[in-house]
């Protein structure tokens, strides 16, 4: 059974730092690039970063950019998202999601190019 189950959210500070965790389990992680989505309460899903199958490629939102780090480790079939300098506006669900395509060498964040979600962990920054 394919899924992918996240980990590591939780109540920080701000400038504070998270990682999270994606758990894949029932297909082949090397072969698909995964991304990152959050949402926040009256907002919409918006992507935070992806990585390609090989790790070789990422993108990330602008306002992530210099502060999120992410990354994969396909013998432990995990992708992680270093989150540094958390700022309450990076409150929200966090999804990580596979990519629809196989072995593709760049990844986007949009979220229709995505075919399986995990069910969110929750990421709170606050005093």
């Known amino acids: 059974q394919l899924q992918l189950v996240e980990s590591g959210g939780g109540l920080v500070q701000p400038g504070g730092s998270l990682r999270l965790s994606c758990a894949a389990s029932?297909?082949?992680?090397?072969?698909?690039?995964i991304g990152w989505f959050r949402q926040a309460p009256g907002k919409e899903r918006e992507g935070v970063a992806c990585i390609s199958s090989s790790g070789g490629s990422t993108n990330y939102a602008d306002s992530v950019k210099g502060r999120f780090t992410i990354s994969r480790d396909n013998a432990k079939n995990t992708v992680y998202l270093q989150m540094n300098s958390l700022k309450p506006e990076d409150t929200a669900i966090y999804y990580c999601?596979?990519?629809?395509?196989?072995?593709?060498?760049?990844?986007?964040?949009?979220?229709?190019?995505?075919?399986?979600w995990g069910q969110g962990t929750q990421v709170t920054v606050s005093s």
């Open positions: 029932g297909f082949t992680l090397d072969w698909y690039a």
């Open positions: 999601a596979r990519d629809q395509g196989k072995l593709h060498s760049l990844c986007v964040l949009i979220s229709w190019h995505y075919d399986y």
